[in-house]
């Protein structure tokens, strides 16, 4: 791989070919952990962050380990960065984040209030709250799949895929919701920034996150 990173390609498309040519179908899943790792440190670089020194550390030690553990291992790291980060963004943004008072509410209050963010800033969350709150048994409803084609285009495109997922993150923080129960540890700042994701992370992470919630029920 030399080193490339997706940085160094026009789209995720682009560096997804480029690691299927280019390197061995064994190295394949470690090479693309190893690219998010580097979108991650971009990250962190583009905003004037220190790259914390306890993962370039493990960093080290993953490189080490023969596989399935060498991948495995840095996926989970990678999680552990990512976890890291968005506490920089919530902690840089008082803008934009919850309000200081949020430690003081409810699970039902706390949820309640990631809904409406959701609803007001992730567009694609936004769309399907349209669709189920506008359209969902109405005379004109021809289906979700129908509305997301009309609205976004292309059926199998990124965005298409990740506002799908948002439907499914509905359903998991309304079962949290009604039960008043506690959201899993940093759930609750990395559902907050999803939609600045970009590219195969946003996924990538996405679905770490709806598994979370998973596991927890």
């Not at 299927?20 to 998010?36: K, M």
């Not at 048994?137 to 285009?153: H, T």
């Amino acid at each position: 791989m030399g080193t490339k990173t997706p940085a160094d390609f026009p789209s995720h498309e682009d560096w997804l070919s480029y690691v299927r040519q280019e390197v061995s179908v064994l190295e394949q899943a470690y090479a693309l952990a190893v690219g998010r790792t580097e979108l991650f440190r971009n990250f962190y670089r583009v905003r004037n962050l220190p790259f914390p020194n306890e993962f370039d550390v493990e960093r080290a030690r993953i490189e080490l380990l023969a596989e399935p553990e060498r991948t495995s291992e840095l996926e989970q790291l990678n999680l552990r960065i990512f976890a890291n980060l968005t506490t920089h963004l919530f902690d840089k943004a008082p803008a934009s984040a919850p309000s200081v008072t949020a430690v003081c509410l409810s699970q039902n209050e706390r949820v309640s209030e990631l809904f409406d963010h959701l609803r007001k800033k992730n567009p694609y969350f936004a769309l399907w709250s349209v669709y189920k709150s506008r359209v969902m048994g109405s005379c004109n409803d021809n289906g979700w799949d129908e509305y997301l084609l009309a609205e976004l285009g292309a059926d199998g495109s990124e965005e298409a895929t990740f506002t799908r997922s948002m439907a499914e993150l509905d359903r998991l923080l309304s079962f949290f919701q009604v039960n008043d129960r506690p959201l899993p540890r940093s759930a609750f700042e990395r559902i907050w920034f999803l939609h600045y994701l970009r590219g195969g992370e946003r996924m990538v992470q996405t679905r770490a996150v709806l598994n979370m919630l998973l596991a927890e029920m």
